[in-house]
């Protein structure tokens, strides 16, 4: 294995609120290595994007921060000057936010925002070239007409082409690293598949790596090479996309699968995952997946199950995933 592009150690994430204090992640690491692309997957509030956010330091200042390592490059993003960190994002790192109408500026052209992103890691700033460049990206991602359409204003743009903007600002500067939060999120079948394909496209042009953060299996089983699945702030497994939708080795994991309608199988109705996710600001003792999970016993309510390697890239934090890999 090649050193990894990016590494996080040990992160966790604490809010202070009126509740209590939210331990919104918890302990988790992960490596991306070069031209990978890793999708990290989880119901709501599992801490997906917070890990994410933590990568560029773009979570509130409330958020209470600790890590090991949070590493690009082999650079700690943790020690950087603002400055420093600011010549990373949007350039070797390219980021495509969940919402891109909150993300754009609603009082900027589009191609002034994706000129701006170009503008802003060039040694000597040339305004017209930055233009043009503009114009280049909105027509490789697919934007109509991009000469004109860079002269238009973001709510002039519908939710797929605003979505087609921030991809290109994100490839604007050929980033080693592209981190794409919820990237289909609120859109139309066909406008998924087209954003989609487009991400594949940006990422095999790039040669990027891809931090990919969804809850729809459908979208990894199509991009990914291996998933991160996180549950109440911390990672519950990992593996390689083939072997874990063919043999889940977490009992969540596993149910998010169940919860999928499949083609294969003449099924009456979906199988959903019982109860809801923990209140983070008080999890249970245990096992944070013990109050839902069909193979709970006492030892998941009083002893938390360490993340372990229990194969060749592939790691799992439940006591009896051995039994999941007989019952697959």
Not at 102 to 121: D, F, K, R, S, Y
Not at 159 to 170: E, K, S, T, V
Request: proline fraction near 8%; include cysteine; charged fraction near 20%.
């Amino acid at each position: 294995m090649t050193e990894p592009l990016l590494q996080i150690k040990g992160l966790s994430v604490d809010f202070r609120t009126d509740d209590g204090v939210v331990h919104a992640v918890t302990d988790v690491s992960l490596a991306v290595q070069p031209g990978e692309i890793v999708a990290i997957v989880g119901e709501s509030g599992s801490g997906k994007t917070v890990t994410a956010m933590s990568v560029l330091r773009l979570l509130p200042k409330a958020a209470e921060v600790s890590a090991d390592a949070i590493a690009f490059r082999g650079t700690d993003l943790r020690t950087l000057s603002a400055a420093r960190l600011r010549a990373i994002r949007g350039g070797p790192v390219g980021m495509i936010f969940q919402d891109p109408m909150t993300a754009l500026n609603p009082v900027m052209t589009i191609g002034g925002q994706v000129a701006e992103a170009v503008l802003l890691h060039q040694r000597r700033p040339d305004r017209k070239a930055a233009w043009r460049r503009a114009v280049e990206l909105l027509g490789l991602v697919g934007v109509p007409d991009p000469a004109e359409r860079v002269k238009q204003y973001p709510h002039e743009f519908s939710g797929g082409m605003r979505q087609r903007a921030m991809i290109a600002m994100a490839i604007a500067n050929d980033p080693d690293l592209i981190i794409a939060d919820e990237p289909t999120t609120a859109l139309d079948v066909t406008i998924q598949a087209q954003v989609l394909a487009l991400l594949r496209k940006a990422q095999a042009e790039t040669g990027a790596a891809t931090i990919l953060i969804t809850h729809d299996l459908g979208v990894v089983a199509e991009l990914a090479d291996r998933v991160v699945v996180m549950y109440a702030g911390r990672v519950v497994e990992s593996a390689g996309v083939r072997e874990l939708f063919a043999v889940p080795r977490h009992p969540y994991t596993k149910g998010l699968l169940a919860s999928l309608p499949r083609m294969d199988l003449d099924v009456d109705q979906l199988d959903p995952i019982p109860g809801n996710p923990p209140n983070m600001a008080a999890p249970p003792a245990g096992c944070p997946f013990h109050p839902r999970c069909p193979l709970a016993r006492d030892r998941c309510r009083t002893e938390l199950p360490p993340l372990l390697e229990i194969g060749v890239g592939r790691s799992s934090a439940c006591h009896f995933h051995d039994e999941l890999a007989v019952t697959a």
